[in-house]
């Protein structure tokens, strides 16, 4: 998955988007945002959709702010900016939350213990980390 900048790193807010590549004016300014993240214990993962906007600097902040509350678990550790805006959906459960503002072509799908990842999923990324890659299609990418 590409994303970015990251957002907090070491439970501190780490910007560094100039050297991760981040030029473009209408992404590095004020704007609406999304990221994720996981405190230190990554025995969660927060998905956060902003929906007033927002710098990359504030949006660090609240990531890694959220571990200053009652319940520090809800910090987050490691948190990255996501793409925000048209890019943002929500569905759980089947059901379309958030519609998205245009059609995706990239996801970020989450199961958990309630709802476990597909068997065929889980052996297809087994054998993706042990470097079986899929043969492209060359009628489909090359002409």
């Known amino acids: 998955m590409t994303c970015g900048p990251r957002l907090v790193k070491g439970g501190k807010v780490w910007l560094s988007p100039l ?36 710098s990359w600097e504030a949006e660090g902040k609240v990531m890694q702010e959220m571990a200053s509350r009652p319940r520090p678990c809800y910090g987050c550790f490691e948190a990255m900016n996501l793409d925000g805006g048209a890019s943002v959906g929500l569905a759980h459960q089947g059901q379309i ?15 958990d213990r309630e709802y476990p990842d597909p068997a065929q999923l889980k052996q297809s990324w087994e054998r993706f980390q042990k470097g079986s890659r899929p043969t492209p299609d060359k009628s489909v990418f090359f002409n």
């Open 97 to 111: 939350l958030l519609p998205p503002g245009r059609n995706l072509t990239n996801v970020l799908v989450v199961y």
């Open 19 to 54: 050297s991760e590549g981040f030029k473009d004016s209408h992404v590095v300014g004020v704007g609406s945002r999304t990221a994720i993240g996981f405190p230190a214990s990554r025995d969660k993962l927060f998905l956060v959709t902003f929906f007033d906007s927002l």
